[in-house]
């Protein structure tokens, strides 16, 4: 009975599959090949809703629509950071005819490689990470200059000196961005600790909101995060304490919470490699924003933050936006790991590559780095 | 024989099993599902504002237009036809082994494990028989757990390997995040690449990889198990009958533990042919969620294992195609999977309607 009944649906399901073949053929005549617009496409590792990293990517890519009429552009939600799923989305959009190829999450690096070299006329752009080829370059932005003055906010703000870090994954650029804000909240408030505590997660808004409530209830009052979810602002709204935001402004999200927010701008960053490509002067290079470029920025200080902090985060921020202050002025020694031991001398600026391999956190930071 | 699936006396309504539903019956069934899933999400598709032909037809060509679509939808093929067949063998004793997710991954870790720390410097024809050995392994001992604990003890299969499944799952979190996380990946977790001689061959510059023949050879040896030997034909009268094989003499409990440990291990072959074949390491979301879809993969396949061919493929070209809808189509990205749970959600309902009729009792 089993074997009739499977070679009805065999004979049922090759029917239908054919029927539909068919048609798809009949379709193929028809399309007339027309000249093909110059197309961008973007693979997001969350959905562009989630007021977060994947919503930043995509105000760029509207940035880059609304900047070259004539173009196309594609995107891909949710696409999972494993090398099956992932690779072949990549895959997909290079055999679609897309001309700049935008992944953007670190867990596509080796799948962007991977389909890099059997499109070698494809140009691919990849966030965050650290592998490049003739036609994979890859963007990222100084995010740590917007965190450190986010984290000199905070300093301000809290009373129980105590600030809550819900952290993604122990990596380079993650273990940065806690420094940094570390070192802003320290310069003043030289009592106040960061504590961390690690998800391994990039978009898991239950799980990054549990950690959040987990810190509040050990007496941080402030709450900054690195996932792309507003969970802990709304975690840190419901107590009625503090947070500081990332990606996007998330003040309309727990307008009561969130002080500011390091955010991205990535409009200026698609449009220089799109409008390169275009004009035959794209080489592969490894972008790394300034506050200064405008690849990262600032949220407004919320209103309800003391006029006088606010005036000092606006002087700040100035000094970031003109150049003055950099990465490399946050990063000048002396600074000291938890240990108290000097990892870098006074008067001396960390390198390129010291910063994009740092794996130790400063003084200040209450967690430990997993190994 | 009669199957009461709604006994409440106000209804009087009861499913009748068919005893024999002709073929014609069952093809003509299972094309009007087919079609009557295509309008349902049809109708979706025009309330969102698309032309629903152009849609189906965008993800026919996406999963079959070209070579590389063809190439990724046996890519996807692969770990749904193997974890599939492990679960339609389970299924035909009535073992419901609902643990292939966990099997998988338990598979994916024993191959690691040989590739990168037990025989790391061999010639890849050791190393990947070894490899297949251990991912068989890692597989079989995970799903013989709840079959030992299931003919000794009685405990239900059906939770106890869905509850190993969570174990699984982050026992291999741990070894990515932890003792086995790549020094040179700057903390992302993941182990280091398996050595090159471990990894399965791929089909010219596809992404098709040797894992791929494993599942077709997998279903080839199956079908001849299940047909032409005493032992499958004694899985059969086990999950048919269980009395009668008590009383035949057959050896249950041995049975439960041989097909549990092979269900598992063909989940593990699965999760074996992931890493050597496409990963080439192990890391987090190796899979997603294959071991759950090996169900539908058994079950629309009548558990029968050229039926899970046809039926794995047949997902994976949903899959595929469904690309097509976000990235070419700016259609939100929650369509494809609607439309997919649509499909299947009339093929499994028109598959009962051949199986069972419904009539109404008097009085």
Same mark, same amino acid.
Do not use: C
């Given at each position: 009975m ?13 029917l239908?599959?054919?029927?539909v073949?068919?048609?798809?053929g009949?379709?193929a005549q ?6 093909e617009?110059?197309?961008?496409g973007?693979v ?7 007021l977060?990293w ?8 509207l ?8 173009i196309e552009?594609?995107f891909?939600? /949710?696409?999972?950071?494993n090398p099956?799923?992932a690779?072949?989305?990549i ?5 679609d ?7 953007t999450?670190?867990?596509?690096m080796?799948?962007t490689? /991977?389909v890099?070299?059997?499109?070698p006329?494809?140009t691919?752009?990849?966030i965050?990470g650290f592998?490049?080829?003739?036609n994979?370059g890859?963007g990222?932005?100084?995010?740590e200059e ?10 301000a703000m809290?009373?129980?000196n105590?600030i ?5 994954f ?5 273990i940065?961005?806690?420094?940094a ?5 320290r ?6 600790t ?5 998800? /391994? ?8 909101r549990?950690a959040a409530?987990?810190?509040l ?8 995060q690195?996932?792309d979810?507003?969970g802990?602002?709304?975690?840190a ?5 503090y ?6 402004d998330?003040?309309s999200l ?7 927010s390091?955010?991205? /701008? ?12 275009m004009?035959?002067?794209w ?5 790394w924003?300034?506050w200064?470029?405008g690849?990262?920025d600032?949220?407004p200080?919320?209103?309800f933050v003391p006029?006088e902090?606010?005036a ?5 921020v100035?000094?970031?936006k ?5 990465i490399?002025t946050?990063f000048?020694?002396?600074l000291?790991?938890?240990s ?8 001396q600026?960390m390198?390129?590559?010291?910063l ?12 430990d780095?997993?190994? | 024989?009669?199957n009461?699936l709604?006994g409440s006396p106000a209804?009087?309504?009861? !499913? ?9 019956a069952?093809?003509? %069934?299972?094309v009007?599902?087919?079609a009557?899933?295509l !309008? ?8 969102a504002g ?7 037809l965008?993800?026919v060509?996406g ?8 190439a990724? %939808?046996l ?8 974890t ?15 643990g292939?997710?966990g ?12 590739g ?8 890849g ?9 251990a991912?068989?392994l890692g597989g ?5 757990i709840p079959?030992?604990?299931r003919?000794w003890?009685?405990?239900?299969e059906i ?5 190993l499944n969570?174990v699984?799952i982050?026992?291999?979190?741990y070894l ?6 790549d020094p040179?990946?700057?903390g ?20 098709i990889?040797l894992?791929l023949?494993?599942?077709l050879?997998a279903a080839?040896?199956?079908?001849i ?6 032992w499958g034909y ?6 048919e009958?269980?009395?009668a094989a008590?009383?035949?003499g ?9 097909v549990?440990?092979?269900s598992?291990?063909?989940?593990g !072959?699965a ?8 990963g ?7 899979s ?6 090996a169900?539908? %993969? ?5 558990l ?6 046809l039926?794995a493929f ?6 595929v195609g469904?690309d097509q809808?976000q990235m ?14 649509a499909i !299947? ?8 309607l051949?199986r ?8």
């Open positions: 089993i074997r009739r009944s499977l070679f009805a649906v065999l004979a049922g399901l090759v239908t599959g054919g029927i073949t068919s048609l798809a009949v379709a028809d399309a007339t090949p027309a000249a617009p110059f197309k961008v973007f997001y590792v969350g959905p562009v809703g989630d977060g994947t919503y930043a990517h995509d105000q760029g890519r940035a880059l629509e609304e900047g070259f009429p004539g552009t594609g891909q939600e /949710n696409v999972p950071e099956a799923d690779e072949r989305v895959r997909q959009f290079a055999q005819g897309f001309d700049v190829i935008f992944t999450s670190f867990g596509y080796d799948p490689i /991977n890099a070299q059997d499109f006329d494809t691919f752009i990849h965050s592998k490049t080829a003739d994979v890859t990222f932005g100084k995010i917007p965190r450190f003055v986010s984290g000199q906010v905070a300093g809290t009373e129980t105590q809550g870090y819900v952290a993604a122990p990596i380079p650029e993650v940065r961005g806690i420094n804000f570390t070192l802003g909240v310069e003043v408030n030289p009592e106040a960061v504590q961390v505590v690690w998800t /391994n997660t990039w978009f898991d808004p239950a799980k990054e549990a409530e987990a810190l209830d050990g007496g941080a009052d402030v709450i900054a690195h996932q979810t507003a802990p602002q709304q975690a709204e419901d107590r009625g304490l947070s500081v935001g990332y990606n996007a998330m003040a727990a307008p009561d919470a969130v002080l500011t390091a955010i991205w /701008n990535w409009g200026p960053f698609y449009s220089d490699v799109v409008q390169q490509v004009d035959g002067a080489e592969s290079s490894q972008y924003g300034s200064q470029d690849v990262v600032m949220a200080v919320a209103e006029e902090i606010r000092a985060a606006a002087e700040e100035a000094r970031f003109s150049g003055e202050e950099t490399y946050i000048t020694g002396p000291l790991d938890q108290g031991e000097e990892r870098v001398a006074a008067g600026a390198t390129d590559e010291e994009l391999s740092m794996d130790w956190f400063v003084e200040g930071v209450d967690g780095i997993p190994t | 024989m009669s009461r709604t209804h009087r309504l009861r !499913l009748e099993r068919v005893p024999s539903p002709s073929r014609g069952t093809a003509l %069934v299972t009007l599902s087919f009557l899933a !309008l349902a999400g049809g109708i979706v598709l025009a309330l698309e032309n629903p032909i152009a849609v189906y965008a993800m060509k999963a079959f237009g070209d070579r590389n679509g063809v990724e %939808v890519v996807k093929t692969t770990p749904l036809l193997l599939g067949l492990g679960v339609a063998v389970a299924f035909r004793m009535q073992l419901w082994n609902i292939a997710e099997q998988l991954y338990w598979g994916a870790i024993f191959a690691t494990g040989v990168l720390f037990v025989l790391p410097a061999a010639p024809w050791v190393l990947v028989p070894a490899m297949i050995a991912g068989l079989g001992l995970w799903g013989l079959g030992a604990l003919a003890f009685g405990a239900s939770i106890t390997s869905l509850m969570y699984a982050l026992f291999s979190e990515v995040h932890g003792p086995w996380r040179g990946a700057f992302f977790p993941g182990t280091p690449p398996l050595p090159a001689a471990g990894w399965l061959p791929n089909l010219g510059t596809t992404r990889h894992g023949l494993f599942g050879i080839l040896l199956l079908w198990m299940l047909r032409r030997t005493r004694e899985i059969g009268v086990m999950g009958n269980p009395r008590l009383y035949a057959m050896p249950t409990k041995r049975t439960i533990l041989l549990m440990a092979l598992g291990a063909l989940a !072959l999760g074996m042919s992931e890493v050597a074949g496409i080439h390491q192990l890391q987090r979301n190796l997603p969620g294959y071991g759950y879809a169900i539908i %993969v058994a079950w629309l396949g009548r029968h294992p050229f039926g899970a061919v039926v047949l997902l994976a070209a949903l899959t469904g809808l070419n189509l700016g259609l939100p990205a929650a369509i494809a999977p609607m439309l997919q749970g !299947l959600f009339f093929l499994l309902g028109g598959e009962v051949t069972y009729r419904l009539t109404r009792v008097i009085g």
